[in-house]
């Protein structure tokens, strides 16, 4: 074969010009990713190369009305890790479960939280310890992705004490991320789960901040990225609230572990929350950073159900410390008057229709004025004075003064009390059928604070201030806020002076007569409400005390109920008790007497 | 006419200027953030390039007489070695699946299919070279094919797609060079056109009646006429069964050239990432040794396949536009060898050598931008590895012994 140097040379051109052009081709696709396309590769670069981790902000302090610390941070740690698919998360932690103790059901967590956003870091531990802490640092190198983080933490250094008023925090639920509350929220923040850490979430908050890590191809975080790229976070404004620190922990003191029941004091010039306590209770320390199963478990066996609040949720009948809100109503619409008695004497028992309804002095009070009536607590006389009032009017009287509303206050779960709605006769129908009831037959029992009428703790303190300002109820406000007053009814002075000076006689020889305080005159009204659950055949009674002092000028009022607590005594000692030491003043005797 | 001096040291130079970048390029893919046990492949390739450089001083030092003497046994000898490598070879690197690569005691000894590619272009050279013009119908392209087509089906079986591809195109380019007529090679390769253009059906029967077209316009043999014909219609027709025979990751990998963003976290992963770390680079590039996507392992296998995207990443546009300007610079210097040879195999294997190494820079650059399919074939000069290196240098050797032997004709190219 010979090759002609013309064919050769035409050929080498051919070849050069197929060179050329093929590498004028590449360079041109490089130019255009390089050149053309440079930023959007760029960022895409960084995007593969920056992990963003969120730096939690240290929420808002709680105070008291003192400056009192209810809520603060301590330094926490939260373990996390970076993964960019959930079987090398799985991976790891199968690896980190070898370190330190995981249950399969935390791994199960952990994968959910991972599937709800896999951008940020997935948070395996949300509060460990600093052993548990120290040791995975011994292993560092075997976790490249895991970012151990100082994180504040939730303390609240009165735990139980306060369990009730502030709630806990916890990490942000599916269903909350969802919310349109919580919009701006990411998976794995902190929020507050109840009480005041939960009403107040927006104020307590802060600002999350942010830093970058820099990670490689397979999530494993090799650095930190530059300072400047670091957002710190904003920590949020302390919150002062009412409460008095002293006096809630006087009240849970006095509640310790074996009563169940509920206080609420408030101010009655302003509405002020100033303790707010429901008992059992639980530590709210346990619940930050996730609740030990065994813990959540024990309190939803426990037949107590210390996470129900029996200030706000929990609904009693009210008992005797109803028979204020009959006789108010029928005095504001003149029907009766402090001096006036009632038809038939009380002989323990009054006859309507063809049954007896009792009085609970079994051996009867006899002849008595409403005065008298109020400070012994007799039910014979309420019956006849509910007949009077009849049962329309003494229902719109009741739902006048509040008793089928929300109290208001400034937490979450305020439960409406239950109390028959208007118009009654579809009320009673609905519930016991046309010829379930009759006539005036309910008025009875409503009149003495039983029957369908279920108050809230909270919601009878605060018919109570409007007993103690003379007519005026004062909205519950935990975190200070304008006072607002709601007009409940109206008396002429020398009439509130009657009915204070019942309130007084309840304490100073009536039913309370134990739980009087020297130097105070305390007024207020005892209630011992059947509570429809019998043990061995003798109905428990829930113990409640409704009152203020000084009944002239009162500075606080108190709500406190026992549930099953026997009579109403004894919740007026621990009323007493906690507005003596409000006060700062001693009690003076200690009397027993005949239960009302 | 001979005259016994002269190396071709421009091109000589030019090698050497790629190859020490190379090193520099494979020390920079060692120098990364997480442990890739890379860091000290570049003493190893320096070695490599050592070994190389003698290698080709000892090639350049056979006359081209003894070359063409010698060509069959080495030819044989690699066939030989094809395929026992069927039996005993393995897998590494990007191409786990296939087995090219020869161990002997657990120690990897190289890939014979590199090497395989130079004594494929010295046999072809011959069997054209003893010819007595340019083969001028598909009967007289048989001998042609059967040369590069046995070490292609050999090397096909590992499976190794890239270099089957090389082979391919040292083919044509040789037939070329040899003055085959550009109508015979398009008739010749139509089939395989066929074959992929299978897959729609309007865009084969539009390449179909250009085909036809073709025929009539260049009127080779009657029974070539048909048989180039039908072999188009088994093709396009064959083309979805021989899809379904394909291995998984042969058809992930053809899908992913198709459509990069098909397959975002498996094959088109790395042609993204690849991309990524090349267009961050921007004019300048993030300097030496500090491309972020490199360091944090976004590169698959940034010390061999992917070593191109190391110096888009860390030396830009102008990194990327000197190497390639060098490339270009070396293989027109190649042509250059090609094309002042007197003797028609040395200018044959010259220019098979230029067409191999053409095919490798297109290929595996290509890839890196997502221009062509990933093949897994290596840069010259560049990628990591001693059996590559040493078919570069071989390479070099010889031009540098065809360019001494052949001086006799005037610069048909001048450069």
Redesign the interface.
């Known amino acids: 074969?010979?090759?002609h140097?013309n064919?050769?040379?035409r050929?080498?051109?051919?070849?050069?010009a197929a060179?050329?052009l093929?590498?004028v081709?590449?360079?041109g696709?490089?130019?255009r990713?390089?050149?053309l396309?440079?930023r959007?590769?760029?960022i895409?670069?960084e995007e593969?190369?920056l992990r963003e981790v969120p730096l939690a902000a240290a929420r808002g302090l709680i105070l008291d009305r003192h400056g009192a610390v209810i809520a603060e941070n301590i330094p926490g740690y939260t373990v996390s890790v970076l993964a960019h698919r959930e079987d090398s998360l799985r991976a790891v932690l199968g690896r980190v479960a070898k370190i330190i103790p995981m249950a399969s059901d935390q791994i199960e967590l952990v994968s959910r939280r991972f599937r709800r956003g896999s951008s940020r870091p997935t948070v395996i531990l949300s509060s460990a310890s600093f052993d548990l802490v120290s040791r995975l640092e011994e292993y560092r190198l075997q976790f490249p992705g895991l970012i151990i983080q100082e994180t504040p933490k939730r303390y609240y250094p009165d735990g139980a004490a306060v369990a009730a008023l502030v709630g806990y925090t916890g990490e942000i639920s599916d269903d909350e991320l969802g919310a349109e509350a919580f919009s701006g929220y990411k998976q794995g923040q902190q929020v507050g789960k109840g009480g005041i850490e939960k009403q107040y979430e927006t104020r307590l908050r802060g600002r999350e901040g942010v830093r970058f890590v820099?990670?490689?191809?397979?999530g494993?975080v090799?650095?930190n990225a530059d300072a400047e790229t670091t957002l710190l976070p904003e920590p949020a404004a302390a919150l002062t609230t009412n409460i008095d620190l002293d006096l809630q922990r006087y009240v849970a003191g006095i509640f310790g572990d074996s009563l169940t029941g509920a206080v609420v004091a408030l101010d009655p010039s302003t509405g002020d929350v100033l303790a707010l306590h429901s008992a059992p209770t639980f530590d709210p320390n346990r619940f930050v950073g996730g609740i030990p199963v065994a813990y959540w478990r024990q309190l939803n066996d426990d037949p107590r159900k210390p996470l129900l609040s029996k200030a706000l949720q929990g609904r009693y009948p009210p008992g005797s410390t109803w028979k204020l809100a009959t006789s108010v109503t029928a005095l504001e619409l003149g029907l009766v008057t402090m001096e006036e008695r009632m038809a038939v004497p009380c002989t323990g028992a009054f006859q309507y229709g063809n049954r007896p309804f009792k009085c609970h002095l079994a051996r009867g009070h006899g002849l008595l004025n409403l005065q008298q009536a109020i400070e012994q607590s007799c039910d014979v006389y309420f019956y006849q004075l509910g007949l009077r009032i009849g049962l329309q009017r003494l229902i719109a009287g009741g739902i006048k003064l509040g008793g089928g509303s929300r109290s208001g206050i400034d937490l979450p779960n305020d439960n409406r009390p239950s109390f028959p709605t208007e118009p009654i006769a579809d009320y009673f129908n609905r519930k016991y059928g046309a010829r379930g009831w009759s006539g005036n037959s309910p008025s009875l029992n409503l009149a003495i604070g039983q029957g369908e009428n279920s108050q809230t703790v909270v919601n009878l303190a605060r018919f109570y201030t409007a007993l103690a300002n003379g007519g005026d109820a004062m909205t519950p406000h935990v975190v200070h806020a304008e006072p607002e007053r709601t007009r409940l009814f109206e008396l002429d002075s020398a009439t509130l002076d009657g009915v204070r000076a019942a309130l007084a006689g309840v304490v100073s020889r009536g039913t309370a007569a134990a739980s009087q305080i020297q130097g105070v005159v305390l007024a207020g009204k005892t209630g011992t409400a059947q509570s429809g659950r019998f043990v061995n055949g003798t109905e428990l009674d829930h113990a409640w005390f409704a009152g203020f002092a000084p009944a002239v000028a009162p500075k606080i009022v108190v709500a406190v109920m026992i549930e099953y607590g026997g009579h109403g005594t004894r919740a007026a000692r621990i009323a007493s008790k906690i507005i003596e030491h409000y006060l700062k003043a001693a009690p003076t005797q200690f009397l027993k007497t005949e239960g009302e | 006419m001979r005259r016994a001096i002269g190396v071709d040291f421009p091109l000589v130079g030019l090698a050497l200027l790629l190859s020490i970048m190379g090193v520099a390029a494979v020390y920079s893919a060692g120098q990364t953030?997480?442990s890739t046990g890379l860091a000290n492949l570049w003493r190893t390739q320096s070695l490599y390039l050592a070994l190389g450089l003698g290698a080709a001083w000892m090639v350049s030092r056979i006359s081209v007489r003894a070359l063409d003497h010698f060509t069959p046994p080495i030819y044989i000898g690699t066939l030989l070695a094809l395929v026992l490598l069927l039996f005993v070879g393995r897998g590494a690197g990007t191409g786990q699946h296939s087995k090219s690569w020869i161990y002997i005691s657990g120690v990897s000894i190289g890939q014979p299919s590199e090497l395989a590619k130079i004594a494929a272009v010295i046999m072809l050279a011959k069997v054209?070279?003893?010819?007595?013009?340019?083969p001028q119908s598909l009967a007289e392209l048989a001998r042609p094919a059967l040369v590069i087509g046995v070490p292609w089906v050999l090397i096909m079986l590992q499976p190794d797609l890239g270099t089957g591809l090389v082979f391919i195109g040292i083919f044509f380019?040789m037939l070329?060079?040899?003055?085959t007529d550009w109508t015979l090679l398009v008739l010749a390769a139509s089939p395989v056109v066929s074959l992929v253009l299978a897959f729609n059906t309007g865009i084969w029967g539009a390449w179909f009646i250009l085909l036809v077209a073709l025929v009539f316009y260049a009127r080779p043999h009657i029974l070539e006429s048909i048989a180039v014909v039908a072999a188009n219609l088994v093709t396009g027709v064959a083309a979805p069964i021989i899809w379904a025979s394909l291995s998984p990751y042969q058809q992930r990998r053809l899908l992913v050239f198709l459509d990069p963003s098909s397959d975002p976290l498996k094959g088109g992963y790395h042609v993204m990432?690849s991309?990524?770390?090349?267009?961050?680079?921007?004019?300048f590039g993030k300097g030496f040794t500090n491309g972020?996507?490199k360091r944090?392992?976004?590169l698959p296998e940034q010390q061999t396949d992917f070593i191109f995207p190391v110096i888009?990443e860390e030396l830009?546009?102008v990194g990327?536009?000197i190497v390639?300007?060098l490339?270009?610079w070396l293989?027109?210097r190649c042509?250059?060898v090609?094309?002042r040879s007197?003797n028609?195999f040395a200018?044959l294997v010259a220019?098979g050598l230029?067409s191999m190494i053409?095919v490798h820079v297109?290929i595996n650059?290509?890839m890196t931008?997502?221009?062509m399919p990933i093949t897994g074939i290596p840069l010259p000069f560049f990628s990591y590895g001693g059996s590559f290196m040493l078919t570069c240098w071989l390479t070099v050797g010889l031009l540098v012994r065809l360019s001494i032997e052949g001086r006799g004709?005037?610069d048909?190219?001048v450069i």
């Open positions: 074969m010979r090759f140097p064919d050769v040379q050929r080498s051109r051919g070849a050069a060179l050329f093929t590498i081709f590449l360079m696709s490089f130019f990713a390089q050149v396309q440079h959007r590769y760029a895409a670069a593969n190369r820099e990670v490689d191809a397979r494993r090799v650095r | 953030d997480v054209l070279a003893g010819r007595s013009g340019a380019a070329f060079w040899a003055g990432q991309q990524i770390a090349i267009g961050s680079g921007g004019w972020t996507q944090l392992g976004y888009g830009g546009f990327v536009a390639l300007g490339f270009a293989m027109l042509v250059r090609a094309g007197t028609p200018s220019f230029v053409f297109l650059v290509g931008i997502g221009v004709r005037a048909s190219l």
